[in-house]
């Protein structure tokens, strides 16, 4: 029997075998909303913005008619963005706040999918510029993050699979076009309580050993995903899009236990709803795209309601099988995944209809409520498959009795370390705090020592040039005497020569 309780004791009666441990309570579906900015075409147009987004408040509000029949409503998601929020943000708070790369290493699957009409950034914020640190999507920011926590792992194991559904047709983007070899893809269902529940059967998976060769395969599949023109969007995708990495890792504890761990993080790019009167249909092609696209979103639409009024469990009929998408996406909604969605809006008046229906999906499926469960186990040294079956009977020998108590005498070790390393933690937290304090303090004295200095400084300047301006008097003063004192010298030996010429005039006179 499938043991519910908290993962450190499930994990511990699981030893040598793989146990689900499923979380005490369930779990809402996270909503996140993104506003992007009006674009070049909608600026030149002088084109309204109807829609006003508060990341401090999480509200998304929006306008709709003029004058006094102008009506205002206000959404609150649990997070935000705006066009002011970067990419970093976006994958901080979306991500490692919500624990989802922790939760992957953790043996759980978690989905965040894009969801939203054409053109409003849900490529941009799932992909982005892949060749830009600064731009990147969620994507590849996910990619490197499981890669840099894998380092701390004993061993670990990433696959990667892309798949594509286009018109309701199944397509392996990391399979080169018309390959000889390449299976039919065919949705499959796994009904067993430990089992893969719905997965595409013949879909390749591609072991990776690091980010570089993932944004590889990323480049590889974007080159054969479906793109088209259209009035909204210049590269409008025409199919939805999943990409999934099932991570495989063990990490040995210091008591020589294993913990082996498999998780899967299923990263979802829909392609957006369209009207066609905005969207201006050219060709029949292009007309079959929308309308299988606006279908499946319709369907999840319908799905997401019906999980609202409680699903299955209140009578009420799910659609999951009216389309692929909805299928594959099933345990992302009101099933065992750990579920994001990111709802992205335009702001102009344009799409102020496509704008209002995609908050009211995204209000709805705030109320879904999910059952995520993780398969580890935990491997200890030392303990026997035969204990461990004799434990799970009930009426077991005085070994396996020993055994159990060994277990909990590990379980409340493991416990106690974690208490101790909480309780060091705060003691750190305090040390870092005081270390903070005086340091201000210090920087503060830094700060008025530095200031004295720069005043000495500007004060010892200002008496070299006081001091320079003194010695130019004395050069000149002294250049003064000197002038005057050859003045007189020659006075001197005039008054001289006068006097001896006078005498010897008066002298020729008498």
């Known amino acids: 029997n499938t043991l519910f309780v908290d993962a450190h004791r499930a994990r511990a ?48 509000c929006i306008c709709r008619g003029q004058g006094n029949r102008q ?14 929020t970067s990419q970093e943000e976006v994958f901080q708070q979306t ?12 043996g759980y699957e978690s989905t965040v999918f894009a969801y939203g ?15 830009s ?14 890669f840099e926590r894998l380092t701390r792992c004993e061993w670990y194991e990433v696959k990667a699979s892309y798949l594509e559904i286009y018109c309701e ?19 499959m269902e796994d009904k067993s ?16 050993a690091n980010e570089r060769e993932v944004l590889d395969l990323i480049h590889f599949a974007t080159e054969r995903r479906k793109v088209g023109e259209t009035k909204m969007n210049a590269r409008s995708s025409r199919s939805h899009c999943i990409f999934t990495l099932s991570v495989h890792s063990k990490t040995r504890l210091e008591d020589g236990a294993v913990i082996d761990s498999s998780g899967k993080l299923h990263l979802v790019d829909l392609a957006g709803s369209e009207c066609a009167k905005a969207c201006g249909a050219s ?10 696209i606006n279908q499946s979103l319709l369907t999840l639409g319908r799905v997401i309601g019906a999980l609202r009024e409680g699903g299955a469990t209140s009578g009420q009929h799910v659609p999951y099988r009216d389309s692929k998408l909805t299928r594959l996406l099933q345990e992302s909604l009101g099933g065992r995944c750990k579920t994001c969605i990111i709802a992205t809006i335009s702001p102009s008046a344009l799409a102020a209809d496509e704008s209002l229906s995609t908050l009211q999906y995204a209000m709805m499926a705030m109320g879904i409520q999910n059952k995520p469960i993780a398969m580890s186990y935990l491997k200890m040294t030392g303990v026997s498959e035969g204990a461990i079956s004799g434990s799970s009977g009930g009426t077991g020998s005085g070994g396996t009795i020993e055994e159990w108590s060994r277990m909990e005498m590990r379980l409340a070790y493991m416990e106690s370390q974690v208490d101790e390393a909480q309780s060091a933690l705060a003691r750190k937290h305090a040390a870092l705090s005081e270390a903070e304090k005086h340091s201000v303090e210090w920087e503060g004295k830094h700060r008025t020592t530095t200031a004295e200095l720069i005043s000495t400084k500007v004060e010892l300047e200002a008496w070299e040039v006081h001091g320079a301006q003194l010695e130019a008097e004395r050069d000149e003063a002294l250049a003064e005497a000197e002038r005057r004192s050859t003045v007189l010298a020659a006075t001197r030996r005039t008054e001289a020569k006068l006097t001896a010429e006078a005498r010897a005039l008066l002298e020729g006179l008498q």
């Open 13 to 60: 009666l699981g030893i040598g075998k793989k146990t689900e441990v499923e979380m005490s309570e369930a779990k809402s579906v996270q909503v996140v909303v993104r506003l992007r900015p009006l674009n070049e075409r909608e600026a030149r147009g002088s084109t309204l913005p109807v829609v006003t987004a508060s990341t401090d408040k999480s509200e998304v």
């Open 133 to 146: 640190r600064e731009m990147r999507g969620v994507i590849p920011r996910a990619t490197a993050e499981i």
């Open 283 to 292: 060709n029949e092609a292009r007309e079959r795209e929308r309308k299988n």
């Open 95 to 106: 991500f490692l706040d919500q624990g989802i790369v922790d939760d992957v290493l953790r």
């Open 193 to 208: 309580k430990r089992g893969k529940g719905v997965f595409c059967h013949g879909l390749s998976e591609s072991t990776v």
């Open 169 to 187: 047709e199944l397509c392996d983007l990391l399979l080169p076009l018309e390959h000889p070899d390449a299976p039919k893809l065919v949705l």
């Open 117 to 131: 009409q054409t053109g409003t950034g849900k490529t941009f914020t799932m992909e982005g510029d892949l060749d």
């Open 71 to 84: 009506l205002k409503q206000a959404f609150n998601f649990d997070r935000v963005f705006t066009s002011f």
